[in-house]
C-alpha cells in the first residue's frame, strides 16, 4: 500500500488583534491508501480548522503558516485556485459539519448534481448513470432528485450530500463530523453505509469527529489531537487495547457503555483547552493527573510505541500506566 | 414544529415517577420526549389526560398557582450555550429564582453554596462572570445551580451533556447522581442515548414515536429488551468496543 | 456551535464587563461611570460606517447648537436685498424675500434636527412597544396588532402624511411643530414595529427566556430585564432609520404644504425656494444649501443605521484584519 | 411536488381582503374624524373667496356629496359608503366640479401606473445587480463606492433631486420636455409618434424615480448576499469544485427571493415617490391631481386617490407574494 495523503509540519494559527493565535502546532501524519482514518479531538483541539487546512478550504482569519499537504504527489497548499478547483469533487471531496444544511435550498437535487458535471467538464446526459448508482449506494429512491431538499428528511439530505460529494469518484473523501445532528439510528445507519461504500469503492476515507465512540466503531487507524498536536496514533486495535498516552486512555475509560462497569478510577480533569504558546512542555499538562514536573520543562516530542505503527506523544510513558 | 403537531406527538402515555428516584425516558428524535418533558413543566398543555403532582392534577393550573407549581419542577436544557441569558452574570442567574420565590436566608450565602452544589468553587471567582467565559461544562453547571435555586422537587434534564465535549459528560451526569443523593429530589433523565441512561438511571421508560413502548428497571431492559425498538436503541448505542463490520 | 445570538451578545458584552473589573473608588468611580456612559459610543466607533456617520451628525449637532445662541442676521427679518449672490456680507446671499440664506441656514438647523431626533425616539418607543407586546403576546393579540401594522405598512407614507396634513390644517390653529412631528411618528412606526415584532418572536423561543419562565419571572418582568437588553442593538440602529425618516419626512410635509411655513427650518427652505421657483432662475444659493445639509444629515443616520445593523449582525460582520477569533469546534 | 402553494396563496388573500377592509374603513372614518366637517370647511373656504356669493343649500348639497349626515347612523352612512363604491360611484369632485371622481381617476392611472412599473422595473434590475456586485465584491473599492453612493442617493431628498435634474436637463440643456406625457397635437392611440413622444417624455420621471429608489435595492441585495457567501452551502459548491460563476449564481439567487420580499413593501414606497415626481414633473398621473386635491381640500377627489393608490399597492403586494410562494420553494413549507 501506498501513502495517498501526507501533512509534513504544519501550522495553521488565526489572525487576532495580538498577532496570531496558533491553532495547529507541527503537524506530521501519513495516510496509507484505501483506509479509513479517526482523527478524534475534543473543541479547541484545532479539528475542524486541521480538516479545512487539508482540503486548502481555510477562510480568513484562520490561516496557514507553513507546512506541506502532499496529496497524490502533489502539495495541495500550493496548487492554483483553478488547480484546486479541479481536483476537487474528481480527486477529493469533503462532506462538511452539518451536511444537512450543505444543499442549496432552491435548487431541486438532480440541478445541483448536473451542476457538479458542469463544473468538471462531464456531460450531463451520460453522467446520469453515475447519478442512479451513487444514489443506489446511499440507499436513496431516484425521486429525491425532483426534490428540493427541505422536502427531505435529515438523514436523507445527509445521504444526499455524501452521494454529491462521491458522485464522481474521488480517491480521498474527508468527513467532518459526519453525524453530528442526526438522530441516534439514523446516525447508525448511515455510519454503516458510509463504511460499506469505502469498502466497495476502495477510496481512502478521512473522519474527524469529537465523538470517540463512534470514530473507534468504523476507523482503521485512530489518531488523537489534543491543543493542536496529536498525542498518539496508531491502528485501532492498538490505540483500543492498550493506550500509550494518558488522553486516550482516561476518555476510553470514562465513555459510558451498556453493561460495562462504571470506572471509578483516576479520571480526567478540566475542559479542553486550546494550544497555549506559553507553554513550554506538555499541552496536555493541565488536565494530566499523572503529569510530573519533567512534564512542565520537555515539550514531548512523539516516540515509536508499537512497531512502525504506532506514536505516542508523553514523557511520562510508561510509568503512568496502572 | 408546531403547537398543534407536538401536542398530538404523545398518545396515551401512563408514567410514574417515585420520590428521590433518577428516571431514564429514552427515544430516538421524533419519539415526543422533548414534547413530554414541556408538557411535564406546562410549557404546552396535554389535550387529554391528567398531571398528577403530589396527588393534586396540576394540568390546567394558571396564574400564581402555575408559578408555584413550576418553582417546584425546575428544567435543565440541551444547549448551555442558549440556556444562560448573554447579558447577565451567573450571580444575577441565580439570584433571580431566590428573589422570586422569595427566598428568606442570607441570599448571598445561599448563592455561594448553590454553586458550591454544583462544584463550582470557589463561587467568588464565577459570581461576576458571563456565560461567554464559560465553558460549556460551566454553563451547564450554572445552569443547575440556577434550576436547583427554587428548591424544586423535581429535575427534567433534557439531553444535559449531549452538547458537551466527551470528557465533561461524566462530570456533569456524576452532577445529577450527587444532587439526587444529597438533595433528596428526583430527577426525570431524558435523552437518546442507552449508554449513558445505563449509567446512571434506577429505572426507564422508552418512547417511540408518541408512545411507551417498554419501561421498568434499567438493568433489565438494557440487559434483556423486549420490544424491537429497543433492540434497535441499543444496537445504534455506540460503542468504541464493538467494530462495524461490513461484508 | 455557537448560536447566533450568542456570538452578537459577545460582542456587546465585551465592554459592559471591561468597566466592571475595574474596581471603582473617588475619581475612578466618576471616570468608570463616564466611560459607561458612552459604551455604547464605543460600539459605534467599531464600524466605519457608523463612525463616519457619528461625525457627521456629531457635526451638525455643534452647528445647530451654534444657530441657536447664534446667528449674523435675524433669520426671518426681510432686511436685504431680494436674491443677492453669496458675497462677504451674506455668506450664501438672500432669499427672494431678502432674508439672509446662511442666518436661517444656522437657525432652521436645531428645529430640523429636534423634528429627526423626537420623531426617531418617540416613533422607536412606539414601535418598540407595539413589536415587543405583539412578539410575546399570545397569538391572538399577535395577529390581531400584526394586522394593524400590515395596514400601516402598506398604506402609501405620503397619503397618510397628507391626510393628517389636512385634518391639522383644517384645525387652523399654530400648535408649533406638533402636528408635524405627530404626522411623522404615526407614519413611521410600523416599519420598526415589524422588526421588532420578528426579533421579538425569535428571542422569545430562545431558552433562556423560557428558562425565566420556568423559574417564575413575571411576562413584564422577562420584557425588561431579557428581552430589551437582548435586542438593545436593533432599538439602537431602528432609532437612527426613524430619525433619518422623520428628517425626510419633514422635508415631504413641507414640501406638501401640510407643515407650519411660517417657521424656519430646512424644510421650509426648500419649500419657499422651491416654491419661488429659486432653481428657474439660478438662485442655486438658496436652494442647495438646505437639500445638501439635509441629506448630509440623513445621509448620517442612514450609515448609522447600517454601520450598527453591520455589527450587531455578524453574518454582516467585516473581518477586520487583527480581529481576535475564538476556534469553535 | 411542484404544485402551487395553495395554502400560502388563500393565505395572502385574506391577509390582502382584510388589509383592504381596513383601509377602507380609514378612508371612511377620517373625514368623519376631521374637525368639524369637511363640508363646512370647504363651504366656509368658498364663501370667503367668493365674498359671500354662495347659496346656503351648495353646503347641503356639499354634505351630501361627502355622505355626511348627522340624523343617521354611523353605520347606515358606512354601508351606502360601501354601497357607492362598488357601483364605483366615488363622488364628484370639487376642484374639477362637476367632473366624477371615477372619471379623473380612469384617465389618470395608466399614466401613473406606466411610470411606477417601468421605474421599479429599471430600479430592482440594476439596483440587485449593483447590489450583488458589491456583495460578492465586498471590501474592495467597488463595494465602498456603491454603497456609499447608494446610501447618499437614499438621502437624497427625492424632490429636490428631481427638481435638479428638471433644471439641467431641461431648463438649461433643452434636452427633454419640461412636463406633460406626450407632445400637443399627437394623437393617443398605438401610432409611432404618440409611443415615441411618451417614452420621450418619461425618461427625466423615470430616471429620477430610479435613482431615489436604487439604494434601497442595492444594500436590500448587498446585505442579503453576504450572508449566503458564508453558508453552509456556498462552501459545500466550493467543495465540489463548482466554478465561480455557478458558485455566485447560488449565492445570488439565495439573496434575489428574500429582496422580492423588499420589492413588495417598497410598492408602497415607489407610490409615494411617484405622486411626488408627477407633479414636479406636470406628469398626468393621479399624483399630479392628489396636489391639485390638497390645495383645494377636495375631500372625494383625495378620497378617491387614496381608495385607488391602496388597491394598486394591495394588488401590487399580492402579486409579488404570490409569485414570491411559486418560486421559493421554503415558502411552500411556511404556509401550512
Known amino acids: 500500500m501506498s501513502t495517498i495523503l501526507e501533512i509534513r509540519n504544519l501550522n495553521v494559527g488565526y489572525e487576532g488583534e495580538n498577532g496570531t493565535t496558533k491553532i495547529i502546532n507541527n503537524f506530521n501524519l501519513k495516510i496509507e491508501e484505501g483506509v479509513i482514518f479517526g482523527i478524534a479531538g475534543e473543541s479547541g483541539s484545532g479539528k475542524s480548522t486541521l480538516a479545512q487546512a487539508i482540503y486548502n478550504s481555510l477562510r480568513y482569519p484562520g490561516i496557514i503558516e507553513s507546512g506541506e499537504v502532499i496529496f497524490d504527489g502533489k502539495d495541495i497548499l500550493k496548487l492554483s485556485k483553478r488547480e484546486l478547483r479541479r481536483i476537487r469533487a474528481v480527486d477529493t471531496t469533503f462532506i462538511p459539519q452539518a451536511a444537512m444544511n450543505a444543499l442549496n435550498p432552491v435548487k431541486r437535487i438532480g440541478d445541483q448534481f448536473n451542476d457538479v458535471f458542469e463544473a468538471h467538464g462531464e456531460d450531463i446526459e451520460e453522467s446520469q448513470s453515475r447519478i442512479q448508482s451513487v444514489l443506489n449506494m446511499v440507499r436513496l429512491s431516484p425521486e429525491v432528485l425532483h426534490s428540493y431538499p427541505h422536502e427531505l428528511s435529515g438523514g436523507m439530505r445527509q445521504r444526499t450530500v455524501i452521494a454529491m460529494a462521491l458522485v464522481l469518484s474521488p480517491k480521498l473523501v474527508i468527513l467532518d463530523e459526519p453525524t453530528t445532528g442526526l438522530d441516534v439510528l439514523v446516525e447508525h445507519d448511515i455510519l454503516r453505509d458510509i463504511k460499506r461504500i469505502q469498502r466497495q469503492k476502495g477510496f481512502t476515507m478521512l473522519v474527524i469527529t469529537h465523538d470517540l465512540s463512534i470514530l473507534y466503531q468504523i476507523s482503521d487507524w485512530i489518531a488523537m489531537v489534543y491543543a493542536g498536536e496529536i498525542t498518539e496514533y496508531g491502528k485501532r486495535e492498538d490505540m483500543l487495547n492498550s493506550p500509550l498516552h494518558p488522553y486516550n486512555y482516561l476518555l476510553l475509560k470514562s465513555l459510558p457503555r451498556i453493561g460495562a462497569e462504571r470506572y471509578d478510577g483516576i479520571k480526567l480533569i478540566g475542559a479542553p483547552s486550546n494550544y497555549s504558546e506559553t507553554n513550554k512542555g506538555c499541552q496536555f499538562i493541565t488536565r494530566c493527573p499523572f503529569s510530573k514536573n519533567e512534564c512542565q520543562i520537555t515539550h514531548p516530542e512523539l516516540e515509536a510505541g508499537y512497531g512502525n505503527d504506532h506514536y505516542y506523544r508523553c514523557v511520562r510513558t510508561p510509568d503512568w500506566k496502572p | ?247 | 456551535m455557537t448560536p447566533e445570538s450568542n456570538r452578537r451578545a459577545i460582542k456587546l458584552n465585551v465592554n459592559d464587563d471591561a468597566l466592571k473589573e475595574t474596581r471603582v473608588d473617588g475619581i475612578s468611580a466618576i471616570f468608570s461611570s463616564l466611560k459607561k456612559m458612552f459604551a455604547p459610543v464605543h460600539i459605534l466607533t467599531e464600524n466605519g460606517k457608523s463612525k463616519f456617520g457619528l461625525i457627521l451628525l456629531l457635526a451638525m449637532v455643534a452647528f445647530a447648537v451654534v444657530g441657536i445662541f447664534y446667528t449674523p442676521y435675524a433669520p426671518n427679518a426681510y432686511l436685504f436685498k431680494k436674491s443677492m449672490p453669496p458675497s462677504y456680507n451674506h455668506l450664501l446671499g438672500t432669499t427672494g424675500y431678502g432674508q439672509d440664506v446662511f442666518s436661517q441656514l444656522l437657525a432652521g438647523a436645531a428645529p430640523t434636527l429636534m423634528i429627526g431626533f423626537s420623531v426617531g425616539i418617540l416613533g422607536t418607543l412606539i414601535s418598540v412597544f407595539v413589536g415587543v407586546v405583539s412578539g410575546f403576546a399570545s397569538k391572538k393579540v399577535n395577529e390581531i396588532i400584526n394586522g394593524i401594522v400590515n395596514v400601516f405598512l402598506v398604506i402609501p407614507g405620503v397619503l397618510l402624511i397628507m391626510l393628517f396634513g389636512a385634518y391639522f390644517l383644517g384645525l387652523k390653529q399654530n400648535m408649533g411643530y406638533l402636528p408635524t412631528v405627530i404626522i411623522l411618528i404615526s407614519t413611521g412606526w410600523a416599519f420598526g414595529a415589524r422588526t421588532f415584532r420578528s426579533v421579538t418572536l425569535s428571542v422569545s423561543k430562545r431558552d433562556y427566556i423560557l428558562s425565566s419562565i420556568l423559574i417564575g419571572e413575571r411576562k413584564l418582568s422577562i420584557i425588561f430585564r431579557q428581552i430589551i437588553k437582548s435586542i438593545m442593538p436593533v432599538i439602537v440602529s431602528n432609532f437612527f432609520f426613524t430619525a433619518m425618516y422623520g428628517t425626510m419626512g419633514l422635508t415631504f410635509v413641507e414640501y406638501l404644504g401640510v407643515g407650519n411655513l411660517q417657521q424656519v427650518n430646512w424644510g421650509t427652505m426648500l419649500y419657499w425656494a422651491i416654491n419661488n421657483e429659486a432653481y428657474l432662475v439660478g438662485e442655486w444659493w438658496w436652494i442647495l444649501p438646505p437639500a445638501i445639509l439635509i441629506s448630509v444629515l440623513m445621509f448620517a443616520f442612514i450609515l448609522l443605521n447600517f454601520g450598527l445593523d453591520e455589527i450587531a449582525n455578524p453574518a454582516l460582520k467585516v473581518f477586520k484584519k487583527k480581529k481576535k477569533v475564538i476556534e469553535r469546534a | 411536488m411542484t404544485a402551487l402553494p395553495i395554502k400560502y396563496i388563500i393565505k395572502r388573500i385574506v391577509i390582502f381582503i382584510a388589509v383592504f377592509f381596513g383601509a377602507l374603513t380609514l378612508n371612511f372614518m377620517l373625514p368623519r374624524l376631521m374637525p368639524g366637517n369637511p363640508a363646512e370647511i370647504v363651504y366656509e373656504d368658498l364663501l370667503r373667496d367668493s365674498g359671500g356669493d354662495i347659496n346656503i343649500s351648495f353646503l347641503h348639497q356639499l354634505e351630501a356629496e361627502y355622505g355626511i349626515s348627522n340624523n343617521k347612523p354611523i353605520w347606515i352612512q358606512f354601508f351606502s359608503y360601501l354601497n357607492d363604491l362598488f357601483h364605483g360611484n366615488l363622488g364628484i369632485s370639487i376642484a374639477f366640479f362637476p367632473v366624477p371622481v371615477s372619471t379623473i381617476l380612469y384617465e389618470a392611472l395608466p399614466w401613473t401606473l406606466f411610470l411606477v412599473i417601468s421605474s421599479i422595473t429599471i430600479s430592482f434590475f440594476i439596483g440587485n445587480r449593483l447590489g450583488r456586485y458589491a456583495g460578492l465584491n465586498r471590501n474592495h473599492a467597488g463595494d465602498l463606492i456603491i454603497d456609499l453612493f447608494s446610501m447618499f442617493m437614499a438621502a437624497f431628498p427625492a424632490f429636490v433631486l428631481a427638481f435638479l435634474m428638471l433644471d439641467i436637463f431641461s431648463v438649461y440643456g433643452k434636452l427633454f420636455p419640461v412636463g406633460g406625457a406626450f407632445a400637443v397635437g399627437v394623437n393617443m392611440g398605438l401610432n409611432v409618434p404618440f409611443i415615441v413622444s411618451t417614452l420621450y417624455h418619461a425618461v427625466l420621471p423615470v430616471a429620477t424615480i430610479t435613482l431615489t429608489s436604487l439604494g434601497g435595492w442595492v444594500l436590500g441585495m448587498r446585505n442579503n448576499i453576504i450572508p449566503n457567501v458564508n453558508s453552509d452551502y456556498i462552501g459545500f459548491s466550493q467543495n465540489l469544485g463548482l466554478k465561480d460563476y455557478q458558485v455566485k449564481r447560488i449565492a445570488y439567487r439565495n439573496a434575489l427571493l428574500p429582496n422580492l420580499t423588499g420589492f413588495s413593501m417598497s410598492i408602497g414606497l415607489s407610490v409615494s415617490g411617484v405622486i411626488i415626481e408627477e407633479s414636479i414633473f406636470s406628469y398626468p398621473g393621479v399624483g399630479m391631481y392628489m396636489i391639485t386635491a390638497i390645495d383645494d381640500l377636495d375631500y372625494p377627489l383625495l378620497q378617491g386617490i387614496f381608495l385607488m393608490v391602496i388597491i394598486a399597492v394591495l394588488v401590487g403586494n399580492l402579486i409579488v407574494d404570490i409569485l414570491l410562494g411559486i418560486l421559493d420553494p421554503r415558502i411552500k413549507q411556511e404556509g401550512d
Open chain 2, 1 to 247: 414544529m408546531t403547537r398543534s403537531e407536538s401536542v398530538n406527538a404523545l398518545q396515551n402515555v401512563d408514567m410514574e415517577l417515585n420520590q428521590n428516584e433518577l428516571l431514564g425516558i429514552v427515544g430516538a428524535s421524533g419519539s415526543g420526549k422533548s414534547t413530554l418533558a414541556r408538557i411535564l413543566v406546562l410549557l404546552y398543555r396535554p389535550t387529554s389526560g391528567k398531571i398528577i403532582f403530589e396527588g393534586n392534577d396540576v394540568s390546567n393550573l394558571k396564574g400564581k398557582n402555575l408559578r408555584k407549581y413550576r418553582s417546584q419542577i425546575q428544567m435543565v436544557f440541551q444547549d448551555p450555550y442558549a440556556s444562560l441569558d448573554p447579558f447577565h452574570n451567573v450571580e444575577w442567574h441565580i439570584k433571580r429564582p431566590l428573589v422570586i420565590t422569595k427566598y428568606d436566608g442570607n441570599i448571598n450565602e445561599r448563592i455561594d453554596s448553590l454553586l458550591e452544589q454544583v462544584k463550582l468553587t470557589p463561587p467568588s471567582q464565577y459570581r461576576n462572570k458571563f456565560p461567554h467565559q464559560l465553558s460549556g461544562g460551566q454553563r451547564q453547571r450554572v445552569y443547575m445551580a440556577r434550576a436547583l435555586a427554587t428548591n424544586p422537587k423535581v429535575l427534567i434534564a433534557d439531553e444535559p451533556v449531549s452538547m458537551l465535549d466527551v470528557s465533561l459528560r461524566i462530570e456533569i451526569l456524576d452532577l445529577l447522581l450527587s444532587i439526587k443523593k444529597s438533595l433528596g429530589i428526583s430527577i426525570i433523565y431524558i435523552t437518546h442515548d442507552l449508554n449513558t441512561v445505563s449509567m446512571i438511571t434506577d429505572r426507564i421508560y422508552v418512547l417511540n414515536q408518541g408512545r411507551v413502548v417498554e419501561y421498568g428497571d434499567t438493568k433489565s431492559i438494557v440487559t434483556n429488551p423486549r420490544d424491537s425498538y429497543t433492540q434497535q436503541l441499543i444496537k445504534a448505542a455506540p460503542d468504541p468496543y464493538k467494530k462495524i463490520e461490513v461484508d
